[in-house]
């Protein structure tokens, strides 16, 4: 993965599925939108939304994601939502661009 996050390095990746690993468990986190955040030409800002299942952890924390085409690195993800269909995750991205 890239040591900077862009839209496209998800945005490319909407509804593949990405491996969260909490503990000694993993489970499958779908990519299900990339929104833009009101990015300038000076700061790039964007939210990410991912799926998982209802059994996935609803706390929010660094955990260790995975894509067989992105590898793995370490994302923060805050659950935003669960019901019936699973629980949703946010990641949140701001950087400034020099």
């Given at each position: ?35 833009d ?9 964007f939210?990410v ?35 019936a ?14």
């Amino acid at each position: 993965m890239p040591d900077e996050f862009t839209m496209e390095t998800f945005s490319d990746r909407v509804n593949t599925t990405f491996q969260m690993h909490y503990g000694s468990q993993t489970a499958p986190l779908e990519v299900v939108s990339v929104t833009d955040l009101g990015s300038t030409p000076r700061q790039i800002q964007f939210s990410v939304i991912f799926r998982a299942p209802v059994t996935a952890p609803i706390h929010q924390g660094i955990y260790r994601v995975d894509h067989d085409s992105a590898g793995p690195f370490d994302l923060f993800l805050v659950p935003i939502a669960r019901d019936a269909d699973g629980v949703q995750y946010q990641a949140v991205f701001n950087r400034f661009i020099e």
